[in-house]
């Protein structure tokens, strides 16, 4: 068993912003089926989950009709999956951590609610794939976070020790999958999430990953 530090990501909101593109998506379909759109701010507070979460949050009760309701989440990923990288950046400072993490040979892994084929297809095109080892989206498992089989089942996969593995992430979601799992949990700031960082217990809260180098050090 290695004894490497591990790290594991949640995706949206943490290490990059899809905001816009997860923005542009919905918007898309709520034109199309003649709905409400969205602001920003409230496409951060219904991101986290999922599609078809984000999707149900955004219906709340002005659509019953449950094939509607698939129909409208069809669309949304049809969409984003054509559009997924359009406006989505990395978080300031990620390349730069990321580089410096695999010449300290920190195992790296993603473990998001998005579909796994989309995750995959984001990481590619922003050319951030080569850094991971390992993605987990919300169909790689039978479960997911906030389930510790989550993270615990990649840290399994990858030969990692629990006592050696730190999760990033920026919701509640994430925060409870880390507590769930016994892990450290470090919160990035301005997430994709309706809850202030005082409401969402953490070891550590970031604003980007400038410098976060001299966090992790702590856990080497």
């Known amino acids: 068993m290695t004894q490497n530090l591990t790290i594991l990501f949640d995706l949206d ?3 990059i912003n899809t905001a816009p593109d997860l923005m542009a998506a919905h918007n898309h379909v709520m034109r199309k089926f003649g709905y409400e759109e969205k602001k920003m701010a409230d496409i951060k507070s219904l991101a986290g989950k999922g599609a078809w979460v984000m999707m149900q949050r955004s219906f709340k009760e002005k659509i019953n009709d449950e094939n509607l309701k698939k129909n409208m989440t069809k669309e949304f990923i049809d969409y984003y999956s054509k559009n997924i990288d359009k406006n989505s950046k990395p978080i300031k400072g990620l390349i730069e951590f990321l580089k410096w993490a695999k010449s300290k040979k920190i195992v790296m ?3 998001t609610n998005k579909q796994e084929r989309l ?3 984001l990481l590619i095109k922003l050319d951030l794939m080569k850094y991971f080892d390992f993605v987990a989206g919300s169909d790689t498992f039978e479960f997911n976070k906030p389930d510790a089989r989550h993270l615990t089942n990649v840290v399994e996969i ?12 920026d919701s509640e979601v994430d925060e409870m999958a880390a507590i ?4 450290p949990f470090i919160l990035i700031e301005e997430g994709y999430t309706g809850k202030t960082p005082k409401e ?13 180098d001299k966090i992790i050090n702590n856990y080497l």
């Open 13 to 15: 909101g943490t290490i």
């Open 109 to 111: 892994a993603i473990c």
């Open 119 to 121: 995750a995959n297809d």
């Open 158 to 169: 990858l030969e990692g020790n629990l006592k050696k593995t730190i999760m990033v992430g």
């Open 180 to 183: 769930n799992a016994k892990l």
């Open 200 to 212: 969402i217990k953490h070891d550590y809260l970031i604003k980007d990953f400038v410098n976060f």
